[in-house]
């Protein structure tokens, strides 16, 4: 499973690309928002941090102004992935801008015939919302299983990237649905290292260590 991470947070992005073990980054309106700062700059940063898979998104909501900003995006560097919205125009411009080799993620997924439509018109990634499907006692789980086995019904190459996760339960449960990435805030991908028994453990381990006078 790949691991992106959902910020557009530099310092965050910088400390976590350089363990290795995030292969993407997705940003949103709402995270550009909080950097703070103009965001084809912050779009450019990132891509120079990371290599793999950038997400942007664009604002325009008609068809022309998402292939014009689309293009105006995709053109900050090789590893953009130019995120439109799942609506009509967001589907036609996916496989407009599919055609013209761009990486498109289709964001705001909420139904498995969304995810299906986004498939059909090319998308390099689909992002179901998790996290929003379960704030309203709806089962996002449920989502990113029945996406898989539709894509795998068809052999449809488009990546499930789970979205809206919250919490570690969330990437466990998307890596046994079989999602492919997986998206969340850095204290979400930090959280997946912790686990009591592990630090109670340690701290024996270094007590007898120290009694034993035990030195590397
Ligand atoms: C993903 O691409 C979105 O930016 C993100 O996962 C949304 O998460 P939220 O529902 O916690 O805002």
């Not at 850095?186 to 120290?210: C, M, Q, R, W, Y």
């Amino acid at each position: 499973m790949k691991f992106f991470v959902d910020t557009a947070n530099i310092d965050d992005i910088a400390e976590l690309a350089a363990t290795g073990l995030i292969d993407g980054v997705t940003t949103n309106p709402s995270l550009v928002a909080k950097a703070g700062r103009p965001f084809t700059e912050v779009i450019k940063e990132i891509c120079d941090l990371v290599e793999g898979p950038v997400s942007a998104e664009v604002v325009a909501t008609d068809y022309d102004g998402m292939i014009s900003e689309g293009r105006k995006l995709a053109a900050i560097a090789e590893n953009v992935a130019v995120k439109l919205p799942l609506t009509w125009d967001g589907l036609k411009a996916c496989k407009t801008l599919t055609g013209e080799g761009t990486m498109v993620n289709v964001t705001l997924c909420f139904s498995a015939n969304q995810a299906l439509l986004a498939a059909k018109a090319g998308a390099t990634f689909i992002s179901p919302f998790i996290g929003r499907l379960d704030d309203i006692n709806l089962d996002g789980m449920e989502l990113i299983s029945d996406i898989r086995q539709i894509y795998d019904n068809y052999l449809f190459d488009t990546e499930i990237l789970a979205a809206s996760i919250r919490t570690a339960n969330h990437v466990k449960e998307s890596a046994l649905a079989g999602a492919d990435v997986a998206t969340m805030p850095p204290n979400v991908i930090k959280s997946l290292a912790a686990h009591p028994l592990t630090d109670k453990g340690l701290a024996t381990f270094l007590a007898d260590a120290e009694k034993a006078g035990i030195k590397v």
